[in-house]
């Protein structure tokens, strides 16, 4: 059995045809929230993730062997509510209001520019149906925003400056 113990946020460093013939390891968001399990890549290899506690996995993040082999992590699709705002009988602020509720609850939130998703509760659901949302179930990816401050907080394909004129 073959030990990955090493984690490439979003393959870092590696080429992007490189990125893309790696073998898979599709996870689920429950588990790949977890630093060590057993698994099966997507050929039925029998593996073993081995990372240092706390690490969160991420759609198209490479794991790294005892040997060198690499492995490329894909998110799952899995059961998930998807919001949207209604046209007919809102806005699209309506999303951003419900996405302020579901964080005061710190609820696990994928955050897209016409959809918020989130895993399956009803009294959730509920809750978002009644400030007239469109709440649908799904089988999708599930890519949760990470902390703001924290090392897994959402990442931007792209570097940027964040520094402000007003700023010293």
């Known amino acids: 059995m073959r030990h990955f113990i090493k984690h490439l946020s979003a393959g870092q460093g590696l080429a992007a045809a490189l990125r893309k013939r790696l073998p898979t390891l599709t996870l689920d968001w429950d588990l790949r929230q977890k630093s ?60 951003l209001r419900a996405a302020y509720h579901l964080g005061n609850r710190h609820v696990p939130l994928e955050l897209q520019p016409e959809l918020l998703q989130l895993e399956p509760d009803p009294v959730l659901a509920q809750m978002l149906r009644a400030q007239h949302l469109l709440v649908n179930e799904a089988l999708a990816p599930f890519e949760p925003e990470g902390g703001a401050y924290g090392a897994h907080a959402h990442t931007h394909a792209h570097a940027h400056s964040h520094a402000h004129p007003h700023e010293h």
């Not at 759609?59 to 046209?87: F, I, K, M």
Request: glycine share 10%.
């Open 36 to 95: 060590r399990f057993a698994a099966q890549d997507d050929t039925g290899e029998e593996l073993a993730v081995l990372l240092p506690r706390g690490t969160v996995l991420r759609g198209g993040d490479v794991l790294v062997a005892e040997d060198g082999a690499l492995l490329r992590v894909q998110a799952a699709p899995q059961p998930v509510l998807q919001v949207r705002h209604c046209a007919q009988h809102g806005s699209p602020f309506d999303l």
